[in-house]
């Protein structure tokens, strides 16, 4: 398979005044890696962080993902780039012509403490009951993001990263409810109260949960959360 590489030099603006593209065609095995291809390319530093848009922020220059879904549709959460393969990350974001964009010329310097899941989901957690107002969607008397927290959060296994969740939710404007539940790994009557209170509804004649408004501010209201122990 050929993959194509597009990279951004994202200092190149700053430097002399002018973008910077630089493209790679390469042949690419099932096997081969993110790390893989970087290497080949020359581009060790290239981060593909910008493909999550609530995530970004928080995995941005640190050559891990918020998660990737493998062939088989089972979730890897936080995978680092030398654990992502290349055809896995093509399938997870549905990419069609085999072009992938980087940025490099990332600065190698260090940046600010980042909050832990329990603190992320703690400050989530009420942007997701004011998310479930504006669809108009309630649980009674225990708001739904405590409700969803509680899902994830929980003694018997590691929390996955909240804003990971969110960008995989937030990946599709149709869901399968059976499909995420297993994704997600809980239960199926949880899941669909996880897709109505981010404004998906079921559709009857499609036997799919279709996304009713915009996905894109309910992004722009997830990402005002800070992921910095200190700014």
């Not at 980042?114 to 309630?138: A, M, R, T």
């Not at 949880?190 to 036997?207: E, H, I, M, P, V």
């Amino acid at each position: 398979m050929e993959v194509k590489v597009v990279y951004y030099n994202v200092l190149s603006p700053y430097i002399d005044g002018v973008i910077k593209y630089t493209e790679d065609i390469l042949a690419v095995t099932d096997s081969m890696t993110l790390k893989d291809i970087f290497a080949t390319s020359k581009q060790s530093c290239a981060d593909v962080s910008k493909y999550y848009k609530v995530s970004e922020n928080y995995y941005y220059n640190n050559n891990q993902l918020p998660y990737i879904k493998k062939i088989d549709g089972e979730i890897i959460w936080e995978p680092s780039y030398e654990d992502v393969k290349v055809i896995e990350f093509i399938y997870t974001h549905d990419i069609n012509d085999n072009t992938i964009y980087a940025d490099t010329g990332i600065p190698q310097a260090g940046g600010p403490d980042l909050k832990v899941f329990i603190d992320l989901w703690n400050e989530y957690y009420p942007i997701i009951d004011q998310i479930s107002s504006l669809y108009g969607f309630y649980t009674g008397i225990v708001g739904i993001g405590l409700f969803i927290k509680s899902i994830f959060v929980n003694k018997k296994k590691k929390s996955p990263p909240p804003q990971g969740v969110f960008d995989l939710i937030l990946s599709k404007n149709k869901w399968n409810h059976f499909e995420l539940s297993v994704a997600l790994e809980i239960d199926v009557e949880a899941t669909k109260k996880l897709l109505q209170a981010f404004g998906y509804r079921w559709d009857n004649s499609k036997k799919l949960y279709i996304h009713q408004g915009d996905i894109n501010e309910i992004i722009e209201k997830l990402s005002k959360v800070s992921f910095y122990e200190h700014e």
